[in-house]
C-alpha cells in the first residue's frame, strides 16, 4: 500500500529548502567584478560626457563648471567651424587619411601575405627585424623622417624633377603608409588559413596574386576592417606630423585647425569643445557601423586574452 503523503512534511521540506538557499554564499568575485566594471564605464563616459555638455552651454556657464546647460546653445557649433575654418581642414583630413589608408592597406595586405603563405630565404629574420621596429619610440623618428621629407638624405621625385615634400600630401602620408602592427595583425590572420586550399588552388592554376585576391581576402574581412579602423584613427587624429611637414593652410588637418581655434579662441571653452565633438564625429560613425567586424578581427588574429 502507498504510503500516504504527510501535508506538514511537505511544508517544513519547502521551509528547509528556503533557509538552505537564503544561506547561500554571497558571489562575492561577481559583485567585485560587475562593481569594478561600472567603475570603468563612469570614468570613460565622464569626459565625454563633459566634453558634449560643455560644447552646448555658454562661456558663463563653462566658467561657473556646470554639470549641463541651462539652455542648450547649438549655435556654438557652427562658430566653432568658422572660426577653425573647419571647411578647409576637414576636406584635407578627408584627402589626407584615404589616401594614408589605401597605402597603409595595400602593403599591409600584401606583406602580410608574403610572411605567412610565401617561403623565402630570411623571411623570419626580416619579420622579427620588422617586429623590432616596434619598440622604437615615434618622438626617435620623427627627425629622420623630416630629414627624409626635406631631401636631405636622397632625392625625392616630385613634378620638377628632384626635390623637397615640405607642405606637399606625400610629405604627410607616405611615412605613415606602412604600419607594422597592421602587418603583424594580417599575418596572424593569414596564416591560420588552411594549406589545403592553396593546395587547390595550385591545382587550378592560380598565382600566388590570384589566390590572395579570389581566397584570401574574402575570408579576411574581419581583421581588414579592423586594420581600416586603427589606420583611421590614427590617420584621421595625427596632429604633431602634420603641424611639424606644413606651415601653410593647404595641407593642414583637422587637428591642426582644432589647436588653431584653441590658441585664438583663448578662453572660450565651449567653442573648443564643439569642435572637439565634431572631430571625434566620423570615428564614431564608422565604428557603430564596423564594430562588429572589429570585435571579430581583433578575436580570430591571435591577440585576444
Not at 563616459?45 to 546653445?73: C, D, G, K
Not at 627585424?129 to 623630416?146: A, D, R
Not at 599575418?187 to 592554376?205: C, K, S, T, V, Y
Not at 564643439?274 to 570615428?283: F, G, K, Q, R
Request: net charge positive.
Amino acid at each position: 500500500m502507498a504510503k500516504a503523503i504527510d501535508p506538514l512534511e511537505i511544508g517544513r521540506t519547502v521551509s528547509l529548502d528556503k533557509t538552505a538557499r537564503g544561506k547561500a554564499p554571497v558571489p562575492w568575485i561577481q559583485v567585485l567584478m560587475y562593481l569594478t566594471l561600472i567603475i570603468g564605464v563612469v570614468v570613460a563616459i565622464t569626459p565625454f560626457y563633459w566634453m558634449v555638455s560643455s560644447s552646448l552651454m555658454t562661456y558663463n556657464e563653462t566658467a561657473l563648471r556646470r554639470i549641463y546647460p541651462e539652455l542648450p546653445q547649438w549655435s556654438n557649433y557652427a562658430e566653432a567651424w568658422r572660426q577653425a575654418k573647419f571647411s578647409r581642414y576637414f576636406l584635407n583630413s578627408v584627402i589626407i587619411t584615404a589616401v594614408t589608408l589605401a597605402g597603409q592597406l595595400s602593403t599591409s595586405i600584401l606583406a602580410g601575405y608574403a610572411f605567412a603563405r610565401m617561403r623565402f630565404w630570411g623571411r623570419d629574420l626580416l619579420f622579427a627585424l620588422l617586429l623590432s621596429t616596434m619598440m622604437v619610440p615615434s618622438m626617435v623618428l620623427m627627425i629622420p623622417n623630416l630629414q627624409i621629407i626635406r631631401g636631405g638624405i636622397f632625392c625625392l621625385p616630385t613634378l620638377s624633377g628632384c626635390g623637397s615634400w615640405y607642405n606637399t600630401l606625400a610629405g604627410i602620408t607616405v611615412p605613415f603608409m606602412v604600419s607594422v602592427f597592421s602587418i603583424f595583425l594580417l599575418r596572424q590572420f593569414f596564416a591560420q588559413i588552411p594549406n589545403e586550399l592553396w593546395d587547390a588552388a595550385r591545382m587550378d592554376g592560380a598565382s600566388h596574386f590570384r589566390f590572395l585576391y579570389r581566397i584570401i581576402i574574402p575570408m579576411s574581412k574581419a581583421p581588414i576592417f579592423t586594420v581600416l579602423i586603427l589606420g583611421f584613427i590614427g590617420a584621421w587624429n595625427d596632429f604633431l606630423w602634420p603641424l611639424v611637414v606644413t606651415t601653410t593652410e593647404r595641407w593642414r588637418p583637422l587637428m591642426v585647425g582644432l589647436w588653431t581655434l584653441q590658441s585664438e579662441a583663448g578662453p572660450e571653452t565651449q567653442l573648443i569643445m564643439a569642435a572637439s565633438v565634431i572631430t571625434i564625429i566620423p570615428i564614431l560613425i564608422l565604428y557603430f557601423f564596423t564594430q562588429r567586424q572589429f570585435t571579430e578581427g581583433i578575436a580570430t588574429s591571435g591577440l585576444k586574452g
